[in-house]
């Protein structure tokens, strides 16, 4: 490659996934790539292979307590065995779940795809979404951000509660696990408390990767606290930079190092429609991307099916010929595409013994 800075491509698998309650555009979208319930996987499965053979970092799966479908953690569980490297991310909501299960299933994802996932947090400040589930009114999204920021710190607790060699399967004395490595997390949240450990051992990548979307302001310092990528929109370079370096700005005040925070653009592309089609589309990342306005961009393709395919296939080529976009995967997990080190669990030199 010719470029000092790596470039980091994303894109989402769920039609119409842009807006929601959809906009007339991804209306037509959805009635133009419509599927049954009973196709989501082979759907899903396919369009993964594409990115997979791209060079993709990762792809995300959206999801929704008001949309209709399936579980988009459990589509990508059955993905991941039909792909090698790309990253597998669905939206997880921390509004209504229990944090235990959630940093459960998300570890189980990372084991599933051999240190391959991540887990985009969403909110869900919709009062007839409540109601499905009989809970409590809604706080103010402000409050459910602050929620879901507990819900990411307490699951980095739980997938540290395994050290990474608590497991010894010694047959000889019928031991599994070494109890001096679990450890409780005694975490008191605004909303729950956790004790711990987990049931799940320490995921391949240690944390599976977080994805915030920071669109709205209200998610901006949960995104600068605790996510490794962060999503943002913008309609100029200019825009997206200083999002970026508001993004960085709040995480070092965080403790946290910027370094290992990824700001990414996520757009709602219809290479259809978009002019100068996917060649102009690769000149726009290329420029972002060599200005230092963003780390990378998450595609949301208008009809994956046809968008997907033209990206992969033509735009992903046009940043090859420019030296921007790997050839090959250099690495093995999420973390090794992106670029973020593997931490260490923060309870490995301390007590606490489950």
């Known amino acids: 490659m010719t470029s000092t800075r790596t470039l980091h491509l994303a894109a989402e698998l769920a039609p119409g996934s842009g807006d929601f309650p959809p906009t007339s555009a991804s209306s037509a979208a959805v009635r133009t790539a419509a599927h049954s319930v009973a196709d989501t996987a082979a759907r899903t499965v396919a369009l993964a292979r594409l990115a997979d053979a791209a060079g993709l970092d990762f792809l995300t799966h959206d999801d929704s307590f008001a949309r ?13 065995p039909e792909t090698r490297s790309v990253g597998l991310v669905p939206t997880v909501t921390t509004t209504h779940t229990e944090p235990f299960h959630v940093q459960a299933a998300v570890a189980t994802l990372d084991w599933v795809s051999r240190g391959r996932a991540g887990w985009r947090i969403a909110v869900s400040p919709n009062g007839a979404e409540a ?6 009114p809604v706080p103010p999204t402000a409050e459910l951000w602050q929620e879901a920021g507990e819900v990411a710190e307490v699951s980095r607790k739980l997938w540290d509660s395994w050290e990474d060699d608590a497991e010894i399967r010694d047959v000889a004395t019928g031991r599994f696990i070494d109890r001096r490595k679990l450890h409780h997390v005694n975490f008191q949240g605004s909303t729950f408390s956790v004790k711990g450990p987990s049931i799940v051992p320490r995921p391949p990548q240690g944390n599976p990767v977080t994805v915030v979307d920071a ?5 901006r310092d949960t995104a600068a606290h605790h996510a490794d990528v962060a999503l943002i929109r913008a309609s100029s370079a200019e825009e997206a930079a200083a999002l970026r370096a508001e993004l960085r700005q709040g995480a070092r005040a965080h403790g946290r190092d910027p370094g290992q925070l990824r ?11 978009y002019e100068g089609g ?3 589309l690769a000149a726009l990342i290329a420029g972002w991307h ?17 968008d997907l395919e033209r990206f992969t296939a033509e735009t992903v080529t ?10 090959t995967y250099e690495g093995a997990t999420l973390r090794d595409h992106l670029g973020l080190t593997r931490p260490v669990s923060q309870y490995a030199t301390t007590g606490a013994h489950a």
């Open 215 to 219: 669109t709205r302001p209200d998610a």
């Open 68 to 80: 209709p479908g399936l579980d988009a953690l459990a589509v990508l569980a059955r993905v991941a």
């Open 318 to 327: 046009r940043l090859r010929d420019r030296g921007l976009f790997r050839e």
């Open 263 to 273: 700001v990414l653009l996520s757009a709602t592309v219809d290479l259809d429609a």
């Open 278 to 280: 996917p060649g102009a």
């Open 131 to 136: 109601r499905l589930f009989g809970r409590r």
């Open 290 to 306: 060599g200005g230092g306005a963003v780390d990378g961009f998450h595609l949301v393709p208008a009809v994956p099916e046809r």
